[in-house]
């Protein structure tokens, strides 16, 4: 079964700092991850995908996160946090195929809060 | 292009009533999904149509949730009687074709409070 496991449900920064959201995976197969974004009051929105391809993701709002196998992580960064990445960031994975296809499972969600 | 568009927003019932949760996928998304956030907890996955049929409905809790999406456009999510437990974040999200690879687009949510 897929899990994922993101370390630290909250995160706090200051502005102009780096972001780092941790996200760890299990899965039997290549998985395809994602980063979404949930802004106060607001849907979850795709930030980045990995699907197999390129192993460094580049996504919206300057955000990236490299896939290692080896480590079997999906880190999230941002060189520089601006006041409005404020938002809750949710690591999910998914199978290519079998009984999970079209599935995701998310992670817990870590609160990121931007200090002035 | 319109958006997934989840409604009511909120809502909120008493313990024992029912509640219907529509969602309306972007315009020729065969594929539709419902997930739910329990508070405190991780978003879970509760069912996957394809056009009317249920794909994959393994996330449902149990019999008193009830998916429905006639004639594979909107769909609803019936929860009767609704429990407290049942409380959280609704979300509902649409793709064009199957498999991750082409991601899919969520709603707003619906947050359900039972009271």
């Known amino acids: 079964a897929q899990s994922v496991t993101q370390l630290g449900s909250h995160v706090s920064v200051s502005e102009g700092a780096l972001v780092l959201l941790r996200c760890n995976y299990s899965?039997?197969?290549?998985?395809?991850l994602f980063w979404y974004v949930q802004y106060p009051n607001q849907g979850l929105q795709l930030l980045l995908k990995?699907?197999?391809?390129?192993?460094l993701v580049k996504g919206i709002n300057g955000f990236e996160a490299e896939f290692k196998k080896s480590e079997t992580s999906f880190h999230l960064t941002k060189p520089s946090a601006h006041m409005r990445d404020a938002a809750e960031y949710f690591c999910?994975?998914?199978?290519?195929?079998?009984?999970?296809?079209?599935?995701?499972?998310f992670g817990q969600g870590t609160i990121l809060t931007v200090h002035p | 292009e319109a958006g997934v568009t989840q409604f009511p927003s909120h809502s909120v019932i008493e313990k024992g009533q029912t509640v219907t949760l529509r969602c309306d996928p972007i315009?020729?998304?065969?594929?539709l999904y419902w997930y739910r956030r329990v508070m405190g907890k991780e978003i879970k996955f509760l069912l996957h149509?394809?056009?009317?049929?249920?794909?994959?409905e393994s996330g449902m809790p149990n019999n008193r949730f009830l998916a429905e999406r006639t004639g594979g456009t909107y769909s609803t999510l019936k929860v009767q009687p609704a429990e407290l437990e049942d409380s959280g974040v609704y979300f509902c999200?649409?793709?064009?074709?199957?498999?991750?690879?082409?991601?899919?687009?969520f709603g707003s949510g619906t947050r359900l409070t039972v009271v």
């Open positions: 990995y699907t197999s391809a390129a192993t």
């Open positions: 149509f394809v056009k009317e049929s249920k794909q994959d």
């Open positions: 899965s039997s197969v290549p998985p395809y």
């Open positions: 999910a994975t998914g199978g290519a195929g079998g009984t999970s296809y079209g599935k995701l499972t």
């Open positions: 999200a649409s793709s064009q074709a199957r498999g991750l690879a082409y991601g899919y687009t």
């Open positions: 315009s020729g998304h065969d594929n």
